[in-house]
């Protein structure tokens, strides 16, 4: 349930009702806005009346969460959340661009490649470091040696750094380096991951997994957000259907379905939800008009010769057209870059 306080609320009677909540073991998560302060409280309110916090002092009132997603709700927060990464805010009416290669593939690849994408408007820098593959033989990423090379790539170009973690055990390692933690589609319903990375205080990038409904994918966030971290992102990368012409389907219609329901940040990531080059441009139009808050692209600078996904990464020359194309449709939806 969210409790709504009056605009003239004191801080004693706020703690007061944050005191009454938490006596009968509810897990309060205060959110205070430009004139009121709202109280969401999570946990079993059968045992509770409703009426014995409307009249608490400073109470205006009590709204029932009928969605199993309580922190991730617009009725918890009405209002967009603005995620911050450094420098970089995802959310509100500036797009972001996140792009760079699947895979950290060497300093020098990152290095190159990162100034070219700075250049053309790009503010957060991907790529893998830690890279789950379908077959064991595949290329599985660098490790803690790409990480570094990613972050060292990114200050350089005043961005900031986005890479997958895959379990637990690697949270402090990205957390030394990288400014975004990303959780791939394999990993939306790892629980235990979601529980620690609730923990950090550094934004999540959550990825909606390949068969996931919207409401799992606003269930997965609020696994993190009930660990006390607000700051997730969610993604749109394709959902696995019944056709065989793109690898995935990008379910654009989830975005304005995302923005109705819940008041986190999306972004959309076409290079995985098609898997072919030459539909990545279109789709990443298509989800700007849709009213996303920014995209994931894969760049590389030679895809023919990349580690991991070069048939679905941009050559340089495609992103910067991109990026001009974008920008058009950007301030037709009243956003800007």
């Known amino acids: 349930m969210v409790v709504v306080m009056h605009e003239t609320a004191s801080e004693e009677n706020i703690q007061n009702v944050i005191a009454k909540l938490t006596k009968i073991n509810f897990d309060v998560h205060r959110s205070t806005g430009v004139n009121q302060t709202v109280l969401g409280a999570v946990g079993d309110k059968r045992g509770l009346d409703p009426r014995e916090l409307e009249v608490l002092p400073d109470v205006y009132k009590v709204v029932q969460i009928t969605e199993p997603f309580k922190l991730a709700s617009r009725t918890f927060q009405p209002r967009d959340t603005i995620v911050k990464a450094g420098p970089v805010t995802i959310g509100g009416d500036k797009l972001v661009m996140m792009a760079g290669p699947c895979s950290v593939e060497g300093r020098d690849e990152i290095r190159e490649i990162a100034e070219v994408l700075a250049n053309a408007g790009a503010s957060v820098l991907r790529g893998g470091a830690f890279k789950p593959r379908s077959s064991p033989y595949s290329f599985q990423g660098l490790g803690e040696e790409g990480l570094r090379y990613l972050s060292d790539a990114a200050r350089e170009n005043n961005m900031v750094s986005v890479s997958e973690v895959m379990e637990s055990s690697q949270i402090p390692l990205l957390l030394e380096h990288i400014d975004i933690l990303q959780v791939g589609a394999r990993n939306m319903q790892n629980f235990s991951l979601l529980r620690d ?43 696995r259907t019944f056709e065989k012409y793109t690898r995935n389907t990008l379910d654009l219609s989830a975005v ?27 789709m990443a139009r298509a989800a700007i008009a849709a009213g996303t808050d920014g ?22 020359e495609q992103f910067q057209r991109l990026m001009q194309e974008l920008d058009i449709i950007a301030r037709a939806v009243g956003k800007t870059w």
């Open 295 to 316: 995209l994931l692209v894969e760049v590389h600078q030679n895809p023919e010769e990349a580690m991991s996904d070069g048939a679905q990464s941009l050559y340089p």
């Open 197 to 239: 990375l609730g923990k950090i205080r550094k934004p999540v990038l959550l990825k909606r997994g390949l068969s996931a409904t919207i409401e799992e994918l606003l269930m997965a966030a609020e696994y993190i957000m009930a660990g006390g971290n607000y700051d997730v992102i969610l993604c749109e990368r394709g959902i």
């Open 256 to 282: 304005p379905v995302v923005k109705k329901l819940s008041h986190l940040p999306i972004v959309a990531d076409p290079s995985h939800a098609t898997g072919r080059r030459d539909k990545v441009t279109p």
